[in-house]
């Protein structure tokens, strides 16, 4: 099973250096390929993998071999495949690779077809293609379980369900406490900076920040806004998130009244027309609007469009400028759609670390229960979740303390205490 039809394979020397960086910076991970080393989780099994090649998940990878897994991956987005970093993992014993930059629909499903024809024991999906092919392509012969990555994965899991069609127990691993913190408040907080500063090239220390959404995402956001100096400003519906805002010092506003003060905007609410091309009228010369939501409908683009008496497109890379008829310009970021994946480079490696050690671990924990599950969409079980953060900690040099047998008594007693 080693090699892969497809890396070139001049590129592996340039894959490898870029997977050792990553793997240095991948502590939860290095932790569970030596656990996984001598405990062999996954001996004599294959795991299939529809995810992003990227030097992240060729860690994984490594992780899922040293537990005895033979591997086959696959692309999820062929915007996202690294050619040098295929090349690097097809050159593993034991490691398939079916993924090429850019590739065409048809081939990035073809790609899909060939992890799912290795004839995996176990599955790691990212948006719920590997997990639809296989029941489309092979009914015949399932899987034992699976990992979705993401929400969108997960909601296709749940269709599947609905209808009956699911025939493999799959755990959604897209929405876990330790994950969201990780992967949402901070990873994307301090992407989504990233692809501002970017796309925009400004000086944050000392400028207007509104944040539209203080939720999972929007309170990483605003902190990470806060750290580099800018005075924020929170815009809410919610008054519990709008109390936790104002009790952490920032200053919360209705959009309207915020319009006329902030010099940039960004929005994480995953609603539809929080910026409308009112609040564009209010706004200052020179204000840059940016979007950290999943869908391009939290900046009314068209609004501004409309507005605008001239529009000069790629002022900046992923920067559009646009004119109103009164001389004031304002400047569209990656014109309005995810501001951190399409101006940056997506999470650092240290988030990828937590999310699919949660993964690595979830796939060894189906390894030994699944035969226990039904075809059903299970939450990662609180222990795992509990173990990554601890691993997490372990790599930051911190340190927690443990309840005593008579802390436990005490809090699983309602009687007085004496
Ligand atoms: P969340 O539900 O935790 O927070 C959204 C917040 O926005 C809530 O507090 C809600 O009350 C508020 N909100 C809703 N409509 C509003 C409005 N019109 N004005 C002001 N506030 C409003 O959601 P989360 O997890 O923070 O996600 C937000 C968006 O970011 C979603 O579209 C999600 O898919 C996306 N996302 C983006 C990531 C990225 O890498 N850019 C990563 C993860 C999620």
């Known amino acids: ?90 050159s593993c014993e034991g490691v398939q690779v079916f993924a090429e930059a850019g590739a065409d629909v048809g081939t990035y499903y073809s790609h899909i077809a060939r992890a799912a024809e290795a004839g995996p024991d176990l599955v790691i999906d990212d948006g719920g293609d590997l997990v639809s092919t296989l029941h489309e392509a092979s009914p015949d012969r399932m899987p034992i379980g699976g990992c979705e990555s993401t929400a969108t994965g997960v909601l296709r899991l749940r269709r599947m369900m609905a209808e009956g069609a699911l025939r493999f127990p799959v755990i959604a691993a897209s929405d876990t406490p330790a994950k969201r913190l990780v992967d949402d408040t901070h990873g994307t907080g301090q992407s989504v900076l990233d692809g501002l500063i970017r796309a925009s090239g400004i000086l944050l220390a000392g400028k207007t920040v509104v944040v539209a959404g203080f939720g999972t ?111 004031r310009r304002l400047l569209l970021l990656a014109e309005g759609r995810v501001v951190n994946l399409v101006a940056a480079g997506g999470h650092p490696p240290e988030v990828m670390d937590l999310a699919f050690g949660i993964e690595a671990l979830s796939l060894a924990w189906l390894a030994r229960n699944a035969e226990k599950l039904l075809a059903d969409v299970y939450p990662v079980p609180p222990d795992i979740d509990a173990e990554a953060a601890r691993l997490m900690l372990t790599a930051l040099g911190a340190g927690i303390d443990t309840l005593t047998e008579a802390q436990r008594a005490y809090l699983a007693s309602w009687h007085t205490w004496r």
């Open 1 to 90: 099973m080693a090699g892969s039809p497809l890396a070139d394979q001049a590129l592996a020397g340039e894959g490898l250096r870029k997977i050792h960086y990553s793997e240095r910076i991948m502590p939860t991970l290095s932790a569970l390929a030596s656990r996984f080393a001598s405990e062999k989780p996954f001996d004599g099994m294959t795991v299939a993998a529809c995810l992003h090649v990227t030097a992240e998940t060729a860690v994984l990878a490594r992780v899922l071999r040293a537990g005895g897994a033979r591997v086959a991956l696959a692309a999820s987005n062929p915007l996202s495949t690294q050619d040098d970093i295929a090349a690097a993992l097809s």
């Open 217 to 327: 995402c929007g309170t990483g956001i605003a902190e990470c806004a806060r750290g580099l100096g800018a005075r924020v400003v929170v815009t809410e519906v919610d008054p519990v998130r709008a109390l936790d805002a104002a009790l952490r010092g920032f200053r919360v506003l209705p959009l309207a009244d915020a319009a006329p003060l902030g010099e940039v905007f960004i929005t994480a609410t995953g609603s539809a027309d929080v910026i409308t091309a009112e609040h564009m009228t209010l706004m200052r010369d020179g204000a840059i609007l940016a979007n950290a939501g999943h869908f391009d409908v939290e900046i009314d683009v068209r609004g501004l469009e409309d507005l605008a008496a001239v529009a000069e497109y790629h002022v900046r890379r992923h920067a559009d400028a646009y004119e109103l008829p009164d001389g």
